[in-house]
């Protein structure tokens, strides 16, 4: 057993757990948070990405131990104060989910996009390419993809309107 | 909030819950006490058992318990089954073998369970069940379909003499036999349509827990209908009687198909979570899914189509054999029969059909319906044929199409089916405009000038939905009906609640639902809650797949708003003083046409319920059912059309247009059925391009990770150009048609269409993998250098 400590979503947690817990196990099981969803076990469905010290990460891949001390989010931690986060409120303007599985992952890549990239800076076959790690079989992609795209532009938008 | 009715663009209830993690799945249900399953699995395709061995396993760190299918049989658990009797062209019934959930005796298939280990978490289980010693003596095993029809071919189940199901046939073959003689070009054809894994993102799981005091079983399940899998579990399994048995099928994460099924594992939950006394969850990994869902497709055809002078198809000939895996799963027999073959006139006037359909056992996962469910398989088959007849008698695959469309109305097929609506020109024009197909010539010598072979290929599809009249499906050997049920409770605030026995796993039903009580009474949608998915709290009802939750689901939900409507009128009138014919509902209110008097929709919900004023002899409450049964099956149709791009050094395909013009009836949400085409769409392009359950000779699957089975992902295919068109269906009272599958349907025959139009050569199988494409285009050209 090792003890394990981390900031979740804003606040500081830890817990003992067996050195061969899983990150995703750690926030599903210790912690409760459900939204993050195991879809594969082999590292290629996405559907567990989640942000580790502001980076994208298969949380299936990565034991709790490694993230010890580390900064982690997921798709619980996204929504402020009750507000949509930008990606969050695209996917539903844009129907970019249909039964929900794959979407928090989903939704956990894209905002990881969105910072590499800058917003505003994704075009489709960028979009494409950077979602190669998550598997959706309900929508075809297309309207993730047009979520993605809408996300990205609209917080330019933002950022500029702040400058 | 505006009222979104029907047509509108309503964006999902459902789904801020699933954008922000809350919404409720299977495996984030958690019960006190709960212990974690893990079943011991077969690592032979077929083999006696000879031994299982827990010692190891009982001794290891939170281990309760390890059952096995002899516990399993002793407490009278029973064979799980196939719903749909079909007979043999000779009237014998379907040889059906025996299917235990947990197999004490003879594996048949990898992955085949026979023994489950519980304990206190998901490792301990895993760790035990790798530790439990199973002795097994292997048997030959075949997995191919045709092999396993051989005289000297492994035998499965002794019920199955020669690994033979069942020998059906469907038309006319002495009619059929005269088309060919009098034919003047008959176009023939070797087809087969790969075998696929459904593969929903969530695994299946169970959470299964018994109440001694109460005698009374609770199952969490991912299930697509979970009042039918109460039902089997009841009167097939006696796992427990059906009034002592809850079945809650929360959020679902897709199904596709495989979630119709009562599987093996979540009835050994249901029963173990009793024999340990707590209650046990399962959630399945991946490989799990990949060997033990239902798998779907696996046809191998001939076929032969016959055209008099005028290029008129004059009959239509059909041999199949269809692989339906080691075991006959719950509707795997309907699969390539009456859901395929009778499919097989496509949106043609064909006079005469003959379908011979040979179903076979073999050492595979079972197969049964997967989105389309045989209509896939005759759509590939049918427009295959079309678009090679078209090349053969050097027609214009459109003009040869069109020459053949059926153009009346209703129209009787040799196969069953009676079509009722349709425009087949309306579809084919709007999606050769979409794609600019009489283009293509100056696309393919753009694209030949940069090394690049450009091909077009289009796919005119129909199929049935809306399953289904029950009479007429109970007569083609269906153990159930497939009506719908639907309650409308109208609370004393005037909020709606609509019980249905649909269910939604991605389908949008939150929403859909509820824009037909926001038309009806001009409510928002937020008076509006969609309950679905528990036995305990709906009525019967069948579930949804086939398409059916509109055209069928919808249908019950708008009979038992008839009756609401009908009721609050009559309070209204009574209220008002006014006659019931005088009451118009709009934006809310029940008005008295032609003055200012009006009641708030809710006011008339309160009325009903405090029941202090009522119409002499009126029943108190505002709440209403009904059962909806069809009166035929509805037929989607429209035309597909994919413009491929090969690369002749590495055979790799890009899709750099694909069209669809569909006819699916009234449309409720056009967003919501924009969503389904999309992703019906990448599941057909999946199986044209990319997708493939390999099997080895010894029957183990090779393509049983996401490493291995090529899932279409965001860059392996485009956007899309979409329309509806839209003609409406007479049989039920929205004109719904369905839009659920059709994507699936209609676009692997247009993919490889395109790409054999591209490389010259129509010898191409799917899925169309680069060094299959390659090879063929390299053997073309050298053909055609010959």
Same mark, same amino acid.
Not at chain 1, 6 to 32: C, H, P, Q, W, Y
Not at chain 2, 248 to 273: H, N, R, T
Not at chain 2, 434 to 443: K, L, P, Q, S, V
Not at chain 2, 497 to 505: A, Q, R, W
């Given at each position: 057993?090792?003890?394990?400590?981390?900031?979740?979503?804003?606040?500081?947690?830890?817990?003992?757990?067996?050195?061969?817990?899983?990150?995703?196990?750690?926030?599903?099981?210790?912690?409760?948070?459900?939204?993050?969803?195991?879809?594969?076990?082999?590292?290629?469905?996405?559907?567990?990405?989640?942000?580790?010290?502001?980076?994208?990460?298969?949380?299936?891949?990565?034991?709790?131990?490694?993230?010890?001390?580390?900064?982690?989010?997921?798709?619980?931690?996204?929504?402020?104060?009750?507000?949509?986060?930008?990606?969050?409120?695209?996917?539903?303007?844009?129907?970019?989910?249909?039964?929900?599985?794959?979407?928090?992952?989903?939704?956990?890549?894209?905002?990881?996009?969105?910072?590499?990239?800058?917003?505003?800076?994704?075009?489709?076959?960028?979009?494409?390419?950077?979602?190669?790690?998550?598997?959706?079989?309900?929508?075809?992609?297309?309207?993730?993809?047009?979520?993605?795209?809408?996300?990205?532009?609209?917080?330019?938008?933002?950022?500029?309107?702040?400058? | 909030?505006?009222?979104?009715?029907?047509?509108?663009?309503?964006?999902?209830?459902?789904?801020?819950?699933?954008?922000?993690?809350?919404?409720?799945?299977?495996?984030?249900?958690?019960?006190?006490?709960?212990?974690?399953?893990?079943?011991?699995?077969?690592?032979?395709?077929?083999?006696?058992?000879?031994?299982?061995?827990?010692?190891?396993?009982?001794?290891?760190?939170?281990?309760?318990?390890?059952?096995?299918?002899?516990?399993?049989?002793?407490?009278?658990?029973?064979?799980?089954?196939?719903?749909?009797?079909?007979?043999?062209?000779?009237?014998?019934?379907?040889?059906?073998?025996? /299917?235990?959930?947990?197999?004490?005796?003879?594996?048949?298939?990898?992955?085949?369970?026979?023994?489950?280990?519980?304990?206190?978490?998901?490792?301990?289980?895993?760790?035990?069940?790798?530790?439990?010693?199973?002795?097994?003596?292997?048997?030959?095993?075949?997995?191919?379909?045709?092999?396993?029809?051989?005289?000297?071919?492994?035998?499965?189940?002794?019920?199955?003499?020669?690994?033979?199901?069942?020998? /059906?046939? @469907?038309?006319?073959?002495?009619?059929?036999?005269?088309?060919?003689?009098?034919?003047?070009?008959?176009?023939?054809?070797?087809?087969?349509?790969?075998?696929?894994?459904?593969?929903?993102?969530?695994?299946?799981?169970?959470?299964?827990?018994?109440?001694?005091?109460?005698?009374?079983?609770?199952?969490?399940?991912?299930?697509?209908?979970?009042?039918?899998?109460?039902?089997?579990?009841?009167?097939?399994?006696?796992?427990?009687?059906?009034?002592?048995?809850?079945?809650?099928?929360?959020?679902?994460?897709?199904?596709?198909?495989?979630?119709?099924?009562?599987?093996? *594992?979540?009835?050994?939950?249901? /029963?173990?979570?009793?024999?340990?006394?707590?209650?046990?969850?399962?959630?399945?990994?991946?490989?799990?899914?990949?060997?033990?869902?239902?798998?779907?497709?696996?046809?191998?055809?001939?076929?032969?189509?016959?055209?008099?002078?005028?290029?008129? @198809?004059?009959?239509?000939?059909?041999?199949?054999?269809?692989?339906?895996?080691?075991?006959?799963?719950?509707?795997?027999?309907?699969?390539?029969?009456?859901?395929?073959?009778?499919?097989?006139?496509?949106?043609?006037?064909?006079?005469?059909?003959?379908?011979?359909?040979?179903?076979?056992?073999?050492?595979?996962?079972?197969?049964?319906?997967?989105?389309?469910?045989?209509?896939?398989?005759?759509?590939?088959?049918?427009?295959?044929?079309?678009?090679?007849?078209?090349?053969?008698?050097?027609?214009?695959?459109?003009?040869?199409?069109?020459?053949?469309?059926?153009?009346?109305?209703?129209?009787?097929?040799?196969?069953?089916?009676?079509?009722?609506?349709?425009?087949?020109?309306?579809?084919?024009?709007?999606?050769?405009?979409?794609?600019?197909?009489?283009?293509?010539?100056?696309?393919?010598?753009?694209?030949?000038?940069?090394?690049?072979?450009?091909?077009?290929?289009?796919?005119?599809?129909?199929?049935?939905?809306?399953?289904?009249?029950?009479?007429?499906?109970?007569?083609?050997?269906?153990?159930?009906?497939?009506?719908?049920?639907?309650?409308?409770?109208?609370?004393?605030?005037?909020?709606?609640?609509?019980?249905?026995?649909?269910?939604?796993?991605?389908?949008?039903?939150?929403?859909?639902?509820?824009?037909?009580?926001? *038309?009806?009474?001009?409510?928002?949608?937020?008076?509006?809650?969609?309950?679905?998915?528990?036995?305990?709290?709906?009525?019967?009802?069948?579930?949804?797949?086939?398409?059916?939750?509109?055209?069928?689901?919808?249908?019950?939900?708008?009979?038992?708003?008839?009756?609401?409507?009908?009721?609050?009128?009559?309070?209204?009138?009574?209220?008002?003083?006014?006659?019931?014919?005088? @009451?118009?509902?709009?934006?809310?209110?029940?008005?008295?046409?032609?003055?200012?008097?009006?009641?708030?929709?809710?006011?008339?919900?309160?009325?009903?319920?405090?029941?202090?004023?009522?119409?002499?002899?009126? *029943?108190?409450?505002?709440?209403?059912?009904?059962?909806?049964?069809?009166?035929?099956?509805?037929?989607?149709?429209?035309?597909?059309?994919?413009?491929?791009?090969?690369?002749?050094?590495?055979?790799?395909?890009? @899709?750099?247009?694909?069209?669809?013009?569909?006819?699916?009836?009234?449309?409720?949400?056009?967003?919501?059925?924009?969503?389904?085409?999309?992703?019906?769409?990448?599941?057909?392009?999946?199986?044209?391009?990319?997708?493939?359950?390999?099997?080895?000779?010894?029957?183990?699957?090779?393509?049983?990770?996401?490493?291995?089975?090529?899932?279409?992902?965001?860059?392996?295919?485009?956007?899309?150009?979409?329309?509806?068109?839209?003609?409406?269906?007479?049989?039920?009272?929205?004109?719904?048609?369905?839009?659920?599958?059709?994507?699936?349907?209609?676009?692997?025959?247009?993919?490889?269409?395109?790409?054999?139009?591209?490389?010259?050569?129509?010898?191409?199988?799917?899925?169309?993998?680069?060094?299959?494409?390659?090879?063929?285009?390299?053997?073309?050209?050298?053909?055609?250098?010959?």
């Amino acid at each position: 057993m090792s003890k394990v400590s981390m900031v979740l979503n804003g606040k500081s947690v830890s817990a003992d757990v067996e050195d061969r817990t899983l990150l995703v196990s750690f926030i599903r099981e210790v912690r409760a948070l459900t939204g993050t969803h195991v879809g594969c076990d082999t590292s290629q469905c996405g559907a567990c990405v989640i942000l580790v010290n502001g980076k994208a990460v298969k949380s299936c891949t990565m034991l709790a131990a490694q993230a010890d001390g580390a900064e982690v989010v997921t798709v619980e931690g996204l929504a402020s104060n009750g507000a949509l986060h930008p990606v969050q409120a695209a996917f539903r303007e844009n129907h970019g989910l249909q039964c929900g599985f794959c979407t928090p992952g989903m939704i956990m890549s894209a905002v990881d996009m969105i910072n590499r990239y800058g917003a505003g800076n994704l075009d489709e076959d960028t979009i494409r390419h950077e979602l190669e790690g998550n598997i959706c079989r309900c929508t075809g992609y297309h309207n993730i993809v047009k979520s993605i795209k809408a996300a990205s532009d609209q917080m330019a938008g933002m950022s500029q309107a702040a400058e | 909030m505006a009222v979104e009715g029907i047509g509108a663009r309503a964006l999902r209830k459902e789904d801020k819950r699933f954008i922000t993690g809350k919404g409720q799945y299977t495996d984030d249900m958690v019960m006190p006490g709960m212990g974690f399953a893990a079943f011991v699995r077969s690592p032979h395709a077929h083999a006696k058992v000879t031994s299982i061995d827990s010692t190891a396993a009982l001794t290891m760190p939170g281990v309760d318990a390890v059952l096995t299918g002899d516990q399993l049989v002793g407490d009278g658990i029973g064979n799980l089954i196939c719903g749909w009797m079909i007979h043999s062209k000779d009237g014998s019934p379907m040889n059906m073998g025996g /299917w235990r959930a947990l197999e004490p005796e003879i594996v048949r298939h990898v992955g085949q369970a026979v023994a489950v280990v519980i304990a206190d978490t998901q490792a301990q289980a895993r760790d035990a069940a790798d530790a439990v010693e199973v002795e097994y003596e292997e048997l030959p095993a075949v997995v191919d379909s045709v092999a396993a029809l051989q005289p000297g071919a492994p035998q499965l189940h002794p019920e199955a003499a020669g690994n033979l199901i069942f020998d /059906w046939e @469907i038309g006319d073959e002495a009619a059929v036999n005269d088309a060919f003689e009098k034919a003047a070009h008959v176009t023939r054809m070797e087809i087969s349509n790969n075998r696929l894994v459904p593969n929903p993102m969530e695994p299946r799981a169970a959470l299964a827990s018994y109440n001694d005091a109460e005698e009374h079983h609770t199952l969490y399940t991912t299930s697509q209908n979970p009042h039918v899998a109460r039902l089997v579990l009841s009167a097939f399994y006696a796992v427990a009687p059906e009034h002592k048995l809850r079945v809650i099928a929360p959020d679902v994460g897709g199904g596709f198909g495989s979630k119709i099924y009562i599987y093996p *594992e979540e009835m050994v939950c249901l /029963w173990a979570s009793k024999r340990v006394g707590r209650p046990v969850k399962w959630v399945s990994d991946r490989t799990e899914a990949f060997l033990t869902d239902a798998h779907g497709r696996d046809h191998k055809s001939e076929a032969e189509l016959a055209l008099d002078a005028d290029n008129k @198809i004059i009959g239509f000939r059909v041999k199949t054999v269809a692989n339906i895996g080691a075991y006959m799963s719950l509707f795997s027999s309907a699969v390539p029969t009456y859901l395929y073959a009778t499919l097989l006139s496509g949106q043609y006037d064909i006079p005469a059909i003959h379908a011979n359909v040979k179903t076979v056992y073999t050492n595979t996962t079972p197969v049964d319906a997967y989105r389309g469910a045989g209509r896939p398989e005759a759509t590939y088959l049918v427009e295959r044929m079309m678009e090679t007849t078209a090349r053969e008698i050097g027609l214009s695959p459109a003009e040869f199409r069109r020459k053949n469309f059926v153009r009346s109305f209703p129209h009787q097929t040799p196969v069953i089916m009676c079509y009722d609506a349709g425009d087949y020109d309306a579809t084919l024009d709007a999606a050769m405009k979409a794609a600019d197909y009489d283009g293509i010539a100056a696309r393919k010598a753009e694209a030949a000038s940069r090394g690049k072979l450009r091909g077009i290929g289009m796919s005119c599809y129909i199929e049935a939905c809306g399953i289904a009249p029950s009479a007429a499906v109970g007569s083609l050997g269906a153990g159930v009906g497939l009506w719908e049920s639907a309650e409308v409770r109208v609370n004393p605030v005037g909020t709606v609640e609509v019980l249905t026995g649909s269910h939604s796993h991605g389908q949008g039903h939150e929403t859909t639902f509820a824009q037909l009580i926001c *038309e009806r009474f001009g409510l928002d949608s937020d008076s509006v809650a969609i309950v679905h998915g528990d036995t305990d709290k709906v009525q019967f009802g069948m579930g949804t797949y086939g398409s059916r939750s509109g055209a069928v689901g919808m249908s019950a939900i708008v009979k038992a708003l008839d009756k609401v409507e009908a009721k609050a009128k009559k309070i209204a009138a009574h209220l008002m003083e006014a006659s019931e014919g005088d @009451i118009q509902i709009e934006g809310g209110e029940l008005k008295v046409a032609g003055t200012d008097k009006k009641l708030n929709f809710s006011e008339v919900a309160l009325a009903a319920y405090t029941a202090h004023n009522l119409p002499e002899g009126m *029943e108190p409450g505002l709440k209403e059912g009904a059962f909806y049964d069809p009166t035929n099956f509805t037929f989607p149709s429209g035309t597909y059309i994919c413009e491929v791009e090969v690369d002749p050094e590495t055979g790799t395909t890009e @899709i750099v247009s694909f069209v669809a013009a569909d006819d699916f009836g009234k449309v409720i949400n056009p967003m919501i059925v924009e969503g389904q085409v999309h992703g019906g769409l990448v599941q057909g392009i999946g199986q044209a391009l990319l997708e493939n359950a390999a099997y080895d000779e010894n029957g183990q699957l090779l393509t049983a990770s996401y490493m291995d089975y090529t899932m279409p992902r965001a860059d392996d295919v485009p956007s899309f150009n979409l329309s509806t068109h839209e003609t409406l269906c007479p049989g039920n009272p929205l004109g719904m048609k369905g839009c659920g599958e059709a994507g699936a349907i209609g676009s692997p025959p247009a993919v490889i269409n395109a790409i054999t139009d591209a490389i010259g050569n129509n010898a191409l199988t799917m899925p169309a993998a680069a060094e299959k494409v390659w090879s063929l285009y390299q053997s073309g050209s050298k053909e055609a250098a010959e």
